[in-house]
T-cell receptor
Framework: AQTVTQSQPEMSVQEAETVTLSCTYD???????LFWYKQPPSRQMILVIR??????QNATENRFSVNFQKAAKSFSLKISDSQLGDTAMYFC????????????FGTGTRLTIIP | EPEVTQTPSHQVTQMGQEVILRCVPISNHLYFYWYRQILGQKVEFLVS????????KSEIFDDQFSVERPDGSNFTLKIRSTKLEDSAMYFC??????????FGPGTRLTVL
C-alpha cells in the first residue's frame, strides 16, 4: 500500500516571499503520478500541479513548481512570490498509474500568507 | 470550463436516517470517485466506479454505503442509516482516461 507523508502541519510566510512545502511517499510502484491539491477555506479541492514519475523534468505552473526526487521519494512544492490568495491547506497526493486507481492523500500543510 | 457539481452543499440529518448525496461529473468522464474528509483530517478514498460497477472500495465503504449512476449523468452516494461518525465533507471526483481527477465542491454532511 502507498503512504504519503507531509511533515509540516503548518507554515507561514510573508507575502511575496518563497515557501517550500515538503512531501514524501512510499511505494513499490515504478510508474505513478504525484499531485498537489489546494483546499482554501471554501474546502473545495483544487489541482495545483501534477508530476508524472517517468518524467525527469520537474513540473512548473506559473508561480508553482515542484522538486521531484524519485530515488528519495520526495515531492516538494515551491510557491514563488506568494500571494494572500495562496492561503489554504495543501495536500500532496499519489496515484499509481493503472486503471482507475484511487488517490492517496497526505495529512496536509496549512499555509498562511502574512500581509 | 466544465466542472464537477455536487448537491446539496450542506445536508443536516438525524442519526439513523438515509441520505443521498448527488454529483454530476464532467460529461465525457468515465471514472468516478467518492472521497470523505472528516473535519481537520485528510481526504480518504471511499469508492471508485467505472463501466457501471464498483471497481474498488475502501474499508470505510461498508454495507451502509452504496453508489449508483442512475441516468448517465448523475452519480450518487447513499448512506442507508447515518451515524454520528459519518459527519464529514464528501467529495465527488471524475476523470477521463488520463491521470487527473477533478473534484466537485463537496457536500458537508452533518449527522445529529
Amino acid at each position: 500500500a502507498q503512504t504519503v507523508t507531509q511533515s509540516q502541519p503548518e507554515m507561514s510566510v510573508q507575502e511575496a516571499e518563497t515557501v517550500t512545502l515538503s512531501c514524501t511517499y512510499d511505494t513499490s510502484e515504478n510508474n505513478y503520478y504525484l499531485f498537489w491539491y489546494k483546499q482554501p477555506p471554501s474546502r473545495q479541492m483544487i489541482l495545483v500541479i501534477r508530476q508524472e514519475a517517468y518524467k525527469q523534468q520537474n513540473a512548473t505552473e506559473n508561480r508553482f513548481s515542484v522538486n521531484f526526487q524519485k530515488a528519495a521519494k520526495s515531492f516538494s512544492l515551491k510557491i514563488s512570490d506568494s500571494q494572500l490568495g495562496d492561503t489554504a491547506m495543501y495536500f500532496c497526493a499519489f496515484r499509481a498509474n493503472f486503471g482507475n486507481e484511487k488517490l492517496t492523500f497526505g495529512t496536509g500543510t496549512r499555509l498562511t500568507i502574512i500581509p | 470550463e466544465p466542472e464537477v457539481t455536487q448537491t446539496p452543499s450542506h445536508q443536516v440529518t438525524q442519526m439513523g436516517q438515509e441520505v443521498i448525496l448527488r454529483c454530476v461529473p464532467i460529461s465525457n468522464h468515465l471514472y468516478f470517485y467518492w472521497y470523505r474528509q472528516i473535519l481537520g483530517q485528510k481526504v480518504e478514498f471511499l469508492v471508485s466506479f467505472y463501466n457501471n460497477e464498483i471497481s474498488e472500495k475502501s474499508e470505510i465503504f461498508d454495507d451502509q454505503f452504496s453508489v449508483e449512476r442512475p441516468d448517465g449523468s448523475n452519480f450518487t452516494l447513499k448512506i442507508r442509516s447515518t451515524k454520528l461518525e459519518d459527519s464529514a465533507m464528501y467529495f465527488c471526483a471524475s476523470k477521463v482516461s488520463t491521470d487527473t481527477q477533478y473534484f466537485g465542491p463537496g457536500t458537508r454532511l452533518t449527522v445529529l
